[in-house]
C-alpha cells in the first residue's frame, strides 16, 4: 500500500465520513473501495464505446441475426 495526499471539499469529506461509518469501514477502505468501482464502471464504458465504435465500422446485414431470432422467439 502506499499513502498518498488527496484534497477534498467539506460537504464531499463529510459525506465520504458519513457513508464510510454506515458500512463500518475506514475512510481509507471506504475510498479504496470507491475507486474500485469507478475504475471498474470506467473499463466497462471503454469496452462498450470499442464495441459500438467497431460495429458502426461493419454493414451488418439481416442473415446475420437469423440464426439468433429462434433463440429470441417466445415459446410456444
Known sequence: METIQIVLDRKLLKATDQAARRTKRNRSAFVREALRQYLRRLEVR???E???EGYSR???TPEEFLPWEAEAAPAE
Do not use: G, T
Request: no cysteine.
Open 46 to 48: 471503454m469496452l462498450e
Open 50 to 52: 470499442r464495441d459500438r
Open 58 to 60: 461493419q454493414k451488418q
